[in-house]
């Protein structure tokens, strides 16, 4: 088949644009419900081709239409090269679109269907697992991610991370789309019980859980400058409004990722005026830093002040692809020449560490400190908690992105990191969105794009020896989704492999082979 061929089905523009119907379901568009049914039409597509091959590319261009609907607002900072992300990630689709023309093509019959409810959300998983590797740029709109106004859903996140709610949507997905297809009674009514046990699992987990063990509570204070025309503004505005909050039984006060460009560690000035602040408001400061070190690269850090100066730093360790660092720069620094792409990679850090906050009483307050695109990594909350973090702290900008569904899909994420780990969860953020949420991800506190200013919000504290099954067990949920996708693959290679073994009819008589004629 040739380019031109391939280029004109129809059906493949149509899994393109059934791609971005699930981006709908994330902030933004904001359309949470659709999530339980958005993979239909492009299932249907991958489940009509007319051979393996066609399922496959189908289930490529599904993935291709999802990442560039879903990361349209990375256009100015990798302009022309979101569609060739879009290319590469799609294709981790390809097995998706496979597996459903593989198991539901035709009639479905109850094995195929049973096989199909548990195969589908395990390749998704699987997909999803991979695109989150941090070398490849880590899990962006992964679709558990859409439930997130939705506690009760959020029950299957403390069990197994954002992952189980992702299985649970797509076991949805798949069983609507049996019940769509299928005649027999029997295989409806398997495909309907899935669906309302995938539909009521995140609800019983929630409801079986006891309430998160707390030891203590903290106020918190979360600093918004707002948009300001350059760096020496966008301190003083930080400087300002956290002077306001002088008087107020404040614990920490956090501001957004980069809200100073100096460094701390040189400029005593700064130091000094920022160790003034904590000591006017009585509380300490953790402050986002991005300045060129004494070893001339650049960082982005969080870095803790009380009123005798720098305490301690965090360093981010996972960058962001092409805003932070260019991947194989040799071959793709081109990118920032045609977009605002890192001209230079920053440094990052080498190990997620607890920063060694007091409160205003003198009880010590251990804080899991990540910066901006670290709350997307279920594994680095996950980190902090076990070491004894009572909060997690997120410091964000996204002002680059501002009138994009970026900033509000961000902040979306302390919900899953909350519901994971059972730990409170905020997040200031330069220009928005700055928000807080409990221990089991419900929302307690916004700062829209909109706004500047500081919102206070009283959070009770987890016990440090607390722990949710995601965070005793960890990524076990990819784990048995690659286990499920293997054990698939080898059942379907079992019968193409002992076709080839089997022997062949034995060959024609030769003259050599003839008994010797007799004399």
């Not at 991958?46 to 291709?64: K, N, P, Q």
């Not at 930080?238 to 501001?255: C, E, H, Q």
């Not at 460094?263 to 986002?288: E, W």
Request: with cysteine.
């Amino acid at each position: 088949m040739n380019l031109r061929t391939a280029l004109t089905r129809p059906a493949r523009y149509g899994a393109l644009a059934s791609g971005a119907l699930p981006v709908l379901s994330f902030p933004g568009a904001g359309l949470a419900w659709l999530a339980w049914g958005a993979l239909v039409p492009g299932l249907a597509l991958m489940r009509a081709a007319g051979g393996a091959r066609e399922a496959a590319v189908r289930g490529w261009w599904f993935g291709a239409g999802f990442i560039l609907t879903g990361m349209y607002w990375l256009v100015p900072s990798i302009g022309p090269g979101l569609p060739v992300l879009a290319v590469l990630f799609g294709v981790l689709q390809a097995p998706f679109g496979l597996a459903a023309w593989w198991l539901l093509r035709g009639e479905p019959t109850p094995r195929r269907s049973a096989a199909a409810l548990a195969v589908l959300p395990a390749v998704w998983v699987c997909a999803e697992y991979a695109r989150s590797w941090g070398a490849l740029g880590g899990p962006w709109a992964v679709l558990g991610a859409t439930q997130w106004e939705h506690p009760a859903v959020l029950g299957l996140a403390s069990v197994g991370g954002v992952w189980l709610v992702s299985w649970a949507l797509v076991a949805v997905n798949t069983a609507l789309l049996v019940l769509v297809c299928a005649r027999g009674v029997r295989v409806r009514a398997l495909a309907g019980a899935t669906a309302l046990a995938a539909l009521l699992a995140g609800p019983a987990a929630f409801a079986a859980q006891a309430a998160p063990a707390v030891s203590g509570s903290a106020s918190v204070a979360l600093v918004q400058a707002g948009s300001t025309p350059d760096e020496r503004a966008r301190l003083e505005a930080n400087v300002r409004i956290t002077r306001s909050l002088a008087g107020r039984p404040v614990d920490l006060v956090v501001w957004g990722e980069s809200s100073t460009t100096e460094d701390l560690d040189r400029q005593r000035a700064t130091v000094d005026r920022l160790a003034a602040l904590s000591r006017a408001t009585g509380a300490q400061l953790l402050v986002g830093e991005d300045a060129r070190k004494a070893d001339g690269r650049i960082s982005k850090d969080a870095v803790l002040v009380d009123g005798s100066g720098v305490l301690a730093r965090y360093r981010k360790i996972r960058l962001v692809p092409f805003g932070e660092y260019i991947p194989l720069r040799p071959l793709l620094g081109w990118i920032a020449g045609v977009s605002a792409a890192a001209g230079e990679n920053r440094a990052p850090g080498s190990s997620v560490h607890l920063l060694p906050v007091v409160g205003r009483d003198g009880r010590a307050l251990p804080v899991g400190a990540l910066v901006c695109f670290e709350s997307a990594f279920p594994d680095m909350s996950r980190t902090a908690a076990r070491q004894g973090a009572e909060l997690i702290v997120y410091q964000s900008a996204t002002s680059t992105f501002q009138s994009t569904w970026a900033p509000a899909q961000h902040a979306s994420l302390g919900a899953l990191r909350a519901a994971e780990t059972g730990r409170p969860v905020v997040q200031a953020a330069l220009t928005g969105e700055s928000v807080a949420y409990d221990a089991q991800g419900r929302r307690l506190a916004r700062l829209g794009t909109e706004a500047s200013g500081s919102v206070t919000v009283q959070l009770a504290l987890a016990d440090p020896a607390a722990r949710t099954w995601y965070l005793r067990l960890g990524d076990w949920v990819p784990l048995t989704a690659l286990a499920v996708v293997l054990a698939a693959a080898a059942t379907a290679a079992g019968p193409v492999l002992r076709e080839r073994r089997r022997p062949g009819p034995p060959p024609s008589a030769t003259p050599t082979d003839l008994p010797p004629a007799r004399v």
